[in-house]
């Protein structure tokens, strides 16, 4: 039946009178032909926009998409012998380690200049926290339901999928580590092979669609710029290293 929507995304939508949804901006791709109400009336309710149109297409085909790349999401899956590899992955980029790592550090470190880096590791890294978890509480987006929730250490918010946090965390500690950290060639490659086998890892393990991470890599990336804006330094907050100092 040519006057039936096919796309999931546009069912249950009735047909806008005449031409009145044109005018209102509605989209011609989402418009069927009119429909009559069993009492002969068509019925007067809108079609949906372009921009949604596109936005639920979008949503539909990452659903998809992400559900044929989770090949780890289970010991039963088609690659579900990696699976222990790809949680180590996930033990990599997680935040209780990268916390640990850094306090570890600055316990440890005897040079103003290492702890002023890593002071400013530590900020940026409960900002994501913050960030992710803010995102995480106002999306809402429910995790793909083929992902198994056996995940190491979460909190409330972490239920919710968008933005990946560890995408989000990879990018940023990726651009962190390229900018402090004197590095040669082949480990700087390897720092940027890491953050993008963690994002990938992700979508394979099922803990994420392919939109989470692709915006949890772009959250990243700017989180840093937040970082070098309010960078933590003795000039900058002297307060702060005069307390360390003492
Ligand atoms: C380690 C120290 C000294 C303190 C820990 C403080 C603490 C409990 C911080 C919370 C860390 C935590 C649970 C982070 C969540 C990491 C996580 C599961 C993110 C979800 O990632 P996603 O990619 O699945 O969105």
Not at 6 to 26: F, I, K, N, T, V
Not at 131 to 147: C, I, S
Not at 177 to 200: C, D
């Amino acid at each position: 039946d040519r006057r039936t929507p096919s796309h999931p995304a546009l069912q249950h939508e009735s047909p806008p009178q005449g031409d009145q949804g044109r005018r209102r901006g509605r989209c011609p791709a989402a418009m069927p032909s009119p429909r009559s109400s069993p009492a002969g009336r068509a019925a007067p309710v809108p079609s949906p926009s372009c921009a949604a149109v596109a936005f639920r297409s979008l949503l539909a085909a990452d659903l998809r998409f992400s559900r044929q790349l989770g090949v780890c999401a289970g010991e039963r899956s088609a690659w579900g012998s990696a699976r222990p590899l790809l949680r180590l992955l996930e033990v990599s980029g997680h935040g209780v380690p990268w916390l640990a790592g850094t306090l570890y550090g600055l316990g440890r470190s005897e040079s103003p200049a290492g702890r002023e880096v890593l002071l400013n590791l530590l900020f940026a890294l409960v900002l994501d926290l913050v960030l992710v978890a803010m995102v995480k509480g106002l999306v809402r987006r429910r995790r793909p339901t083929h992902n198994k929730m056996d995940m190491f250490v979460t909190i409330s918010v972490d239920k919710y999928s968008f933005p990946s946090g560890h995408a989000t965390r990879a990018a940023m500690v990726c651009r962190f580590v390229l900018h402090h950290l004197v590095l040669a060639i082949p480990l700087r490659v390897l720092v940027v092979l890491w953050a993008i086998i963690v994002g990938i890892s992700r979508v394979m393990l099922g803990r994420h669609n392919v939109t989470d991470v692709a915006f949890g890599f772009i959250m990243g990336y700017m989180q840093y710029n937040v970082v070098k804006y309010f960078w933590l330094s003795p000039l900058s907050a002297p307060a702060l290293f005069a307390v360390w100092n003492q």
